[in-house]
């Protein structure tokens, strides 16, 4: 049986500009100016640099219709509130408290052949048919960034038939697969880590130690890469120091051949901070990257066709219809130019509480005197929404005296010394790193023994957060830090 009630429900939804603003935020320097090149190429009312008139002034105080409301008709528009003079509008007002690297906006790209076209570049020395030439090209193109091949033979001769109409056999692609794993680098075109690693060894010129380590890889696998040596040593009757001598040499093999090759397909990326923090006679000094603070202006082209607009006295159809295009553009012009004044408060808001918090570490650089600090921490001292400070946390780097730094490293949880202080995590991750780096290879501690020791330190923590912190670390357990 159907039934009609009334409901209350109290919804709060974000509008697109509000949206659009968090975007804006979250973007880092290069990833800005690329949202700033995209939108003066599609918004003609947007033009950047200064303005070439001194005599025309945009009333920037109007307000955004957010509605988003396109039924609003030419007659609708008070033309006045475009084409204000007598204000000075507040996107006009230049700051002082920007860095001053205008001149290097520069961004470098890599060049020369990708990773893929020097492997094939080198198959022109082998003879082989058409066909032939078409499935290595093809295994060519199934190697990762790291140089394998990941995907199982029988899985590339179903695309060889169904992309390239090529039957084969998999004894055939084996036999082409021999001929691919031939080229440079070393290792390039293994299916597995076992067989990249014995690619490399079985190209170097022949002796005892490697000869004993391919032995090794070749049927001790699981108990090398497991560290159970003395297994090893009783399976090959060996000494430990021969044992030793087949490790360095596979320690000596490059586990990931394709990253080695500098025309990778990948470009390096470039950190450009988008804070500079100084000392300045004994204080800090905050700036915000200049590339964070464009000169944006209305179009004065467009400022004319109101006019024009305003002053005809027969007004057409398609004059109204153009007078609406132009009334669109310069919403969006004048939002986006507030936004971005918006954002670069918002930056220079965040990071000037974050650098307050942690004045200690940069006045000093000293590690240990990262006090421990959260998302809230900041969010409840400049009053906004703790998503907000992740934007800018997790996306932004900040130039110390100390090289550059990713934001979101100054903050970490506390935890209580012996002492009854708070301290940082990252204090105790670093001394927990330290203990493990001066341990005896030969013997290495356990996350029991690792208990032990901070707590004798002061700072009484679990096994479990221990291997919590050494997982976050990267850090293996005790048996694969082994060494002979």
Same mark, same amino acid.
């Given at each position: 049986?159907?039934?009609?009630?009334?409901? *209350?429900?109290?919804?709060?939804?974000?509008?697109?500009?509000?949206?659009?603003?968090?975007?804006?935020?979250?973007?880092?320097?290069?990833?800005?100016?690329?949202?700033?090149?995209?939108?003066?190429?599609?918004?003609?009312?947007?033009?950047?640099?200064?303005?070439?008139?001194?005599?025309?002034?945009?009333?920037?105080?109007?307000?955004?219709?957010?509605?988003?409301?396109?039924?609003?008709?030419?007659?609708?528009?008070?033309?006045?509130?475009?084409?204000?003079?007598?204000?000075?509008?507040?996107?006009?007002?230049?700051?002082?408290? *920007?860095?001053?690297?205008?001149?290097?906006?520069?961004?470098?790209?890599?060049?020369?052949?990708?990773?893929?076209?020097?492997?094939?570049?080198?198959?022109?020395?082998?003879?082989?048919?058409?066909?032939?030439?078409?499935?290595?090209?093809?295994?060519?193109?199934?190697?990762?960034?790291?140089?394998?091949?990941?995907?199982?033979?029988?899985?590339?001769?179903?695309?060889?038939?169904?992309?390239?109409?090529?039957?084969?056999?998999?004894?055939?692609?084996?036999?082409?697969?021999?001929?691919?794993?031939?080229?440079?680098?070393?290792?390039?075109?293994?299916?597995?880590?076992?067989?990249?690693?014995?690619?490399?060894?079985?190209?170097?010129?022949?002796?005892?130690?490697?000869?004993?380590?391919?032995?090794?890889?070749?049927?001790?696998?699981?108990?090398?890469?497991?560290?159970?040596?003395?297994?090893?040593?009783?399976?090959?009757?060996?000494?430990?120091?021969?044992?030793?001598?087949?490790?360095?040499?596979?320690?000596?093999?490059?586990?990931?051949?394709?990253?080695?090759?500098?025309?990778?397909?990948?470009?390096?990326?470039?950190?450009?901070?988008?804070?500079?923090?100084?000392?300045?006679?004994?204080?800090?000094?905050?700036?915000?990257?200049?590339?964070?603070?464009?000169?944006?202006?209305?179009?004065?082209?467009?400022?004319?066709?109101?006019?024009?607009?305003?002053?005809?006295?027969?007004?057409?159809?398609?004059?109204?219809?153009?007078?609406?295009?132009?009334?669109?553009?310069?919403?969006?012009?004048?939002?986006?130019?507030?936004?971005?004044?918006?954002?670069?408060?918002?930056?220079?808001?965040?990071?000037?509480?974050?650098?307050?918090?942690?004045?200690?570490?940069?006045?000093?650089?000293?590690?240990?005197?990262?006090?421990?600090?959260?998302?809230?921490?900041?969010?409840?001292?400049?009053?906004?929404?703790?998503?907000?400070?992740?934007?800018?946390?997790?996306?932004? *780097?900040?130039?110390?005296?100390?090289?550059?730094?990713?934001?979101?490293?100054?903050?970490?949880?506390?935890?209580?010394?012996?002492?009854?202080?708070?301290?940082?995590?990252?204090?105790?991750?670093?001394?927990?790193?330290?203990?493990?780096?001066?341990?005896?290879?030969?013997?290495?501690?356990?996350?029991?023994?690792?208990?032990?020791?901070?707590?004798?330190?002061?700072?009484?923590?679990?096994?479990?957060?221990?291997?919590? *912190?050494?997982?976050?670390?990267?850090?293996?357990?005790?048996?694969?830090?082994?060494?002979?």
């Amino acid at each position: 049986m159907l039934k009609q009630s009334l409901q *209350y429900k109290l919804l709060q939804k974000l509008s697109p500009q509000q949206i659009q603003l968090m975007k804006l935020i979250q973007l880092p320097t290069q990833a800005f100016e690329q949202k700033l090149k995209q939108e003066l190429e599609e918004n003609p009312a947007l033009e950047s640099g200064k303005e070439n008139s001194d005599d025309y002034e945009d009333n920037q105080n109007d307000e955004y219709d957010e509605s988003g409301n396109d039924n609003i008709t030419a007659d609708d528009i008070n033309i006045d509130e475009y084409l204000s003079d007598d204000e000075i509008p507040n996107y006009k007002t230049q700051a002082n408290n *920007y860095s001053a690297d205008d001149d290097d906006k520069n961004i470098p790209y890599a060049s020369g052949t990708s990773f893929t076209q020097h492997l094939k570049s080198q198959m022109n020395t082998f003879r082989l048919t058409e066909d032939e030439e078409i499935i290595t090209d093809f295994l060519i193109g199934s190697i990762d960034d790291s140089g394998y091949i990941r995907r199982d033979l029988i899985d590339i001769l179903d695309d060889l038939a169904f992309t390239q109409n090529i039957f084969t056999t998999e004894a055939e692609l084996e036999r082409l697969l021999l001929s691919v794993q031939q080229l440079d680098p070393a290792g390039v075109g293994a299916r597995s880590l076992k067989e990249c690693l014995l690619i490399q060894l079985k190209r170097k010129n022949a002796k005892p130690s490697r000869l004993l380590a391919i032995n090794i890889l070749e049927n001790s696998f699981e108990p090398f890469v497991k560290k159970h040596y003395k297994k090893i040593l009783k399976k090959y009757h060996i000494s430990e120091e021969q044992l030793k001598d087949a490790i360095s040499e596979i320690e000596k093999l490059n586990p990931k051949p394709g990253g080695s090759y500098v025309g990778n397909n990948k470009i390096a990326e470039q950190i450009v901070p988008d804070f500079s923090i100084r000392i300045v006679e004994g204080e800090l000094e905050l700036t915000l990257n200049s590339r964070n603070a464009p000169e944006l202006h209305i179009s004065k082209e467009y400022n004319d066709l109101l006019h024009g607009y305003k002053d005809s006295k027969e007004k057409s159809k398609s004059q109204k219809d153009a007078v609406q295009f132009i009334k669109q553009k310069l919403d969006s012009a004048k939002w986006f130019i507030d936004a971005i004044k918006q954002r670069q408060q918002t930056l220079l808001l965040n990071m000037n509480a974050i650098m307050h918090h942690q004045k200690e570490y940069f006045l000093s650089g000293d590690e240990r005197k990262l006090k421990p600090m959260i998302l809230k921490d900041i969010a409840d001292k400049i009053n906004m929404d703790v998503s907000t400070v992740s934007r800018v946390a997790n996306s932004k *780097y900040v130039a110390t005296p100390y090289g550059t730094k990713l934001i979101k490293e100054f903050f970490s949880e506390s935890m209580k010394n012996d002492q009854g202080e708070d301290v940082s995590t990252r204090e105790i991750k670093n001394i927990l790193a330290t203990v493990i780096k001066e341990e005896s290879k030969k013997k290495p501690l356990t996350d029991d023994k690792l208990s032990i020791i901070l707590k004798e330190k002061g700072y009484p923590i679990a096994r479990r957060t221990i291997a919590k *912190y050494r997982e976050q670390l990267d850090i293996p357990v005790a048996r694969l830090r082994k060494k002979i």
